[in-house]
């Protein structure tokens, strides 16, 4: 693909790169303090252009940073099918970052750009943006950079991290870009899979972090109560955004956000993150505790519901159905336990991050899948959708082609797991049986910080630690010691930290566990500080 380089070098140099920054796109993207970033995103935005130009599609470009503090911003790249950039990309991506001259700039842009050919057709990419101060101009630096490679821009403003990786994905296929649809889409999926169930159902009590999920839902508000349900919103942008609130917060910190301490006992309520892609529900016990229903029950809920509807579908339907719930390590040991023994289903362990967790449920006909901080969603493949269609029309079908288009399926995405879990409690399953579907082992999670954390490698699923020597047999002798202990260790994708999981038959083991295998950490690989 030819490129205007003396153009590309007059661009760029109105966004330097900071010195001795050098950003690398971790597991979910960019992630840095927003003023540090307009350099990443400027050349990002060429990338992007050159994966459209060489497509012929619309790509996207989401420039958010998640449920980081509000002076953060970042930049996650969607490829043409709506999914997230492929891994090649990332290192490209990378690479075109951290260039610290104009010339070295130049030419990764122009060694890429060398390996592609451009389409007949001209391609674009939509950027959208969170709700945070920086996002505008940080917008306005990626349209620069796609400009600069000759690529067209659609900027559709403030909107969710998924809605922007359904609009990529839905403008390839039907060309539109109003954000109607994608609210069209979530209501009337949502209308289906709720009709005739048993309305009113008790309010849902949604955090919204102070971020752009609060206006989304906003906006939903009157059509969802004529549907029966009936939102109550809180933190909803009157404060910090995810401040002593959003999903992150209150997965992390086992604890109600602010405003929703008050709650009376057995109230619905959920939290969402800064960008809506994730979402936890919780409630209070009768002695006022604090019970949260994390991903991993999401999960339970949702691949409950769907053997359901597969068991009402025409008969032989569910036998040459394929379903399988796909985990983390993180996953809570007696939720892996509940689907494999309870509900028969096929349970797969992948490495941290939302784009593996997607790429293994893509194998099944039904892959539900979901990280225990929660992000994820439900993916039904396009032959079982051919499929069902096909097939006469039964309750039961209609309701699992509802699923997938309430359920996102380029991402994870917050307002669809609302719904979702929504539309379950009102089919049948209370809260209450909710969360009694398995009890969950005790676990602790630590993190440390250590001088070099690339030298811990994983394998199995990031369960079992290959380097450095000995570390493994180390974990292992711990665990050992412990009834029904697990743990493990890997380095983070997104932080300078080793972070560190275990749980055990009770609290106080779990504890003792993790404690115990992050000092093994801390001694065989260079800790920093004080010995956990
Ligand atoms: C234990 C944990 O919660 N890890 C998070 C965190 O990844 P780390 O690689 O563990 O830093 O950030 C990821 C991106 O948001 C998210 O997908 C993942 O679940
Ligand atoms: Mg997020």
């Keep these: 693909?030819?490129?205007?380089?003396?153009?590309?070098?007059?661009?760029?140099?109105?966004?330097?790169?900071?010195?001795?920054?050098?950003?690398?796109?971790?597991?979910?993207?960019?992630?840095?303090?927003?003023?540090?970033?307009?350099?990443?995103?400027?050349?990002?935005?060429?990338?992007?252009?050159?994966?459209?130009?060489?497509?012929?599609?619309?790509?996207?470009?989401?420039?958010?940073?998640?449920?980081?503090?509000?002076?953060?911003?970042?930049?996650?790249?969607?490829?043409?099918?709506?999914?997230?950039?492929?891994?090649?990309?990332?290192?490209?991506?990378?690479?075109?970052?951290?260039?610290?001259?104009?010339?070295?700039?130049?030419?990764?842009?122009?060694?890429?750009?060398?390996?592609?050919?451009?389409?007949?057709?001209?391609?674009?990419?939509?950027?959208?943006?969170?709700?945070?101060?920086?996002?505008?101009?940080?917008?306005?630096?990626?349209?620069?950079?796609?400009?600069?490679?000759?690529?067209?821009?659609?900027?559709?403003?403030?909107?969710?991290?998924?809605?922007?990786?359904?609009?990529?994905?839905?403008?390839?296929?039907?060309q539109a870009l109003e954000e109607q649809a994608y609210f069209t889409n979530l209501l009337e999926s949502f209308r289906t899979l709720t009709a005739g169930s048993h309305a009113p159902q008790q309010p849902l009590h949604v955090d919204c972090a102070n971020g752009v999920g609060a206006l989304k839902l906003q906006q939903l508000v009157p059509q969802l109560q004529q549907l029966g349900l009936q939102l109550q919103l809180y933190n909803a942008g009157q404060g910090r955004l995810n401040h002593g609130c959003?999903?992150?917060?209150?997965?992390?910190?086992?604890?109600?956000?602010?405003?929703?301490?008050?709650?009376?006992?057995?109230?619905?309520?959920?939290?969402?993150?800064?960008?809506?892609?994730?979402?936890?529900?919780?409630t209070k016990g009768q002695d006022g505790s604090f019970v949260l229903l994390d991903g991993d029950k999401i999960a339970a809920l949702a691949a409950v519901y769907l053997r359901r509807l597969l068991s009402h579908a025409p008969p032989g339907t569910a036998d040459s159905i394929s379903t399988g719930v796909v985990q983390t390590a993180y996953a809570n040991g007696a939720s892996t336990r509940f689907i494999t023994e309870q509900l028969g289903l096929q349970v797969r362990c992948t490495n941290t991050g939302v784009k593996y967790l997607h790429h293994e449920a893509k194998a099944f006909d039904v892959g539900i899948y979901f990280e225990s901080n929660g992000h994820g969603t439900v993916l039904l493949k396009p032959s079982l959708l051919q499929r069902l269609q096909d097939m006469d029309e039964n309750m039961s079908v209609m309701q699992l082609l509802a699923v997938s288009r309430l359920m996102n399926q380029a991402v994870g995405d917050a307002i669809s797991g609302l719904l979702l879990c929504d539309a379950v409690l009102r089919s049948g399953t209370s809260l209450a049986e909710w969360q009694a579907l398995y009890t969950d082992l005790p676990s602790r999670q630590l993190k440390l910080v250590v001088a070099d954390r690339t030298v811990i490698t994983t394998t199995d699923a990031e369960r079992r630690c290959v380097t450095p020597a000995g570390l493994q047999d180390a974990i292992d002798a711990a665990v050992a010691k412990y009834d029904l202990g697990r743990a493990f260790a890997r380095p983070s994708g997104t932080e300078d930290a080793v972070r560190v999981y275990a749980e055990a038959g009770s609290q106080e083991a779990a504890d003792a566990l993790a404690r115990e295998v992050a000092g093994i950490v801390f001694d065989r690989c260079g800790g920093v500080g004080s010995r956990p």
């Design 1 to 174: 693909m030819q490129l205007d380089l003396a153009a590309v070098r007059v661009a760029a140099a109105a966004f330097p790169k900071p010195e001795a920054f050098k950003p690398s796109y971790g597991t979910a993207g960019f992630r840095a303090e927003a003023s540090l970033l307009p350099s990443t995103v400027f050349r990002c935005g060429m990338l992007i252009g050159l994966k459209a130009r060489s497509c012929g599609q619309a790509c996207g470009v989401m420039v958010t940073a998640s449920h980081n503090p509000e002076q953060d911003n970042g930049l996650k790249l969607v490829e043409a099918s709506g999914e997230m950039l492929e891994p090649a990309w990332e290192a490209h991506a990378t690479q075109l970052a951290q260039a610290d001259t104009a010339e070295q700039l130049l030419q990764v842009l122009a060694a890429l750009a060398a390996t592609l050919q451009p389409a007949d057709t001209p391609g674009r990419v939509i950027i959208g943006r969170d709700t945070r101060s920086s996002g505008a101009d940080l917008a306005a630096a990626c349209s620069a950079g796609v400009a600069a490679v000759g690529g067209k821009v659609s900027d559709i403003g403030v909107v969710t991290t998924p809605e922007l990786h359904f609009t990529v994905q839905t403008f390839n296929q039907y």
């Design 246 to 282: 959003g999903a992150d917060y209150v997965q992390k910190e086992q604890c109600f956000p602010a405003g929703m301490g008050d709650l009376p006992a057995g109230a619905c309520c959920a939290s969402i993150d800064g960008d809506a892609d994730r979402v936890v529900f919780f």
